[in-house]
């Protein structure tokens, strides 16, 4: 069984077999004021009472409220706090601490939505992708291999990333089907999560009971 660390929420430790899977990537979607980013500070501040190793928070949005995290328990002068203009940047220091420092342990994206990549439109052509999902795609697929040889030198990693859903364009622009939910990015951030938490509002809940929208059966937790 994986070990893990809890959230310290009984709702969401009971949905996820005891908290998120240390030495692994989990990702943590739903749309925006969900609490996606208050679950990820409720991690860090328990990490922290697990393990006397550092903790990297990567705030793209700019929002991180140290008042809140510290009355949550998080101890800020054991938490580096990163930052970058482009996807390339992130995804490079997220591949470098993965592959080299072992005195990290924890590390916190927070969001890849709000990351955006240097426009190349020869990409964007020849994969009919964004540039974004092309980038994080091969970032993911050396995500995996980086963290499971952390895990075998004993020196585990363990990644939170969160991202935002959106609503898509319905089907032939046919207004009484519902709009199909998009987590912006690729489809390897949901392949190679161990562990997906959707995150829902009460207002989204009830949006979704009234368009018969239908989600898939991950784990979720209206917050």
Not at 141 to 150: A, D, F, P
Not at 200 to 216: A, E
Request: charged fraction near 25%; glycine fraction near 10%; proline fraction near 7%.
């Amino acid at each position: 069984m994986r070990e893990r660390i809890p959230f310290g929420i009984a709702a969401l430790d009971i949905s996820t077999g005891g908290g998120i899977p240390r030495g692994h990537y989990s990702l943590f979607t739903g749309p925006t004021r969900s609490g996606k980013s208050t679950a990820a500070g409720h991690i860090l501040a328990n990490y922290q009472r697990l393990d006397p190793r550092e903790a990297i928070f990567i705030d793209q949005e700019g929002k991180i409220d140290w008042d809140w995290l510290t009355w949550m328990g998080v101890d800020r002068g054991r938490v580096t706090e990163e930052g970058a203009d482009h996807l390339e940047v992130i995804g490079d220091k997220i591949l470098k601490c993965a592959e080299e420092w072992d005195d990290v342990g924890l590390l916190i994206w927070d969001a890849i939505n709000s990351t955006p990549a240097k426009i190349n439109l020869g990409t964007l052509a020849k994969d009919h992708i964004s540039p974004e999902a092309h980038l994080l795609n091969r970032m993911f697929h050396s995500l995996v291999v980086y963290l499971s040889k952390r895990r075998r030198r004993e020196k585990p990693l363990t990644i939170i990333c969160i991202n935002h859903e959106t609503r898509g364009m319905p089907p032939g622009g046919n207004a009484r089907i519902p709009p199909p939910v998009i987590v912006p990015g690729g489809r390897e951030q949901l392949y190679n999560a161990a562990l997906r938490v959707r995150f829902r509002t009460p207002k989204y809940l009830k949006t979704v009971q009234t368009t018969g929208l239908k989600i898939p059966t991950l784990v979720q937790f209206a917050y």
